[in-house]
């Protein structure tokens, strides 16, 4: 198992499965002045985090608990010197799972099905067959791909670098995301937040979409200018959207999205915590196994990337 680590938390006393998680993969738990591993337990504190590596310079690694890290990419960058791991990974097949039923719900008119009061026509779409686009290229994607696979889609996939990933029928970058978006029954956000990613669909590409294509975000609310998609939709000019995320979030009551009947919301459910727990202290107990032995570690932070 290799050596014996000494990890600390914050900022909050961990539950009794993180500590399972963190012996189990061979750590010591202890004060965090005396620690080497530091499992951060709060992703919101960035104040906390800064102070605590600024008060203990013995700590030589982090282990964030999601996979987004918007809020502590800025702590993140300022102790370069510390080796950093987040979620990346850990809750992508949850997650995807969501994506599915998202896009399958949103393409056969659920959201309007189940809003009616009275027998009324058909509409909806196959996602057998249908030209699915997805941005990003990390866990969730990879995941989605493998559950798409038995519908036959035709998958583009948009990311930082065109590298191949199994099930995609093409790799493009951001760079030709508007001419991806032009073709696509249903596009799924499945990127990182970073500053160069805020506001990525507004009413332009929103009108290259179309109007009977699905717009699908699983990953952050401010990737999508959110009166811009209120505007598109009022106007009939993208067939709907299926959201785990908005931006508010959470989104409050009486916020016009909520009026849609081919507007599917749900509230930031990808991972629920029963299901992200196990995920998580599997993710923690082989990171620390690693760390022993001398082993790359899991959920590697790109500091020039933010994610």
């Not at 906390?48 to 700590?59: C, M, N, T």
């Not at 009324?120 to 030209?131: D, I, M, P, R, Y």
């Not at 035709?154 to 493009?172: N, Q």
């Amino acid at each position: 198992m290799g050596c014996v680590v000494p990890v600390g938390f914050g900022p909050f006393k961990p539950e009794a499965w993180l500590v399972d998680a963190v012996v189990a993969g061979g750590g010591r738990v202890g004060d965090v002045a005396g620690a080497e591993v530091l499992v951060w337990t709060d992703p919101g504190e960035a104040e906390a985090l800064d102070a605590a590596l600024v008060a203990h310079p013995g700590i030589r690694w982090v282990q964030l608990p999601w996979a987004g890290i918007e809020r502590q990419v800025d702590v993140v960058r300022e102790h370069p010197d510390r080796i950093w791991t987040c979620g990346k990974g850990v809750y992508a097949l949850p997650v995807a799972e969501l994506a599915l039923a998202l896009l399958l719900a949103g393409l056969r008119g659920l959201g309007t099905y189940a809003r009616a009061t009275t027998w009324e026509g058909t509409l909806g779409q196959n996602l057998v067959g249908a030209n699915v686009l997805i941005v990003g290229g990390g866990g969730i994607t990879a995941s989605l791909l493998r559950l798409l696979g038995p519908f036959g889609c035709d998958v583009t996939v948009v990311r930082r670098r065109a590298e191949p990933l199994e099930g995609a029928s093409r790799m493009l970058t951001l760079e030709d995301l508007d001419d991806a978006l032009a073709g696509a029954d249903a596009a799924v956000l499945a990127l990182a937040l970073t500053q160069h990613t805020v506001g990525l669909i507004d009413r332009r590409r929103l009108d290259l979409l179309g109007e009977r294509s699905w717009l699908v975000n699983i990953a952050r609310g401010r990737h999508v200018v959110t009166d811009d998609l209120v505007a598109a939709l009022r106007a009939g000019t993208v067939g709907g959207a299926g959201l785990d995320v908005t931006d508010p979030e959470p989104l409050p009551d009486g916020h016009p999205l909520w009026t849609f009947p081919n507007v599917l919301i749900t509230p930031h459910a990808g991972s629920t915590p029963a299901m992200a727990v196990p995920l998580l202290a599997d993710r923690v107990t082989e990171n620390l196994r690693r760390w022993g032995a001398g082993d790359p570690l899991l959920g590697l932070i790109d500091l020039a990337a933010g994610y």
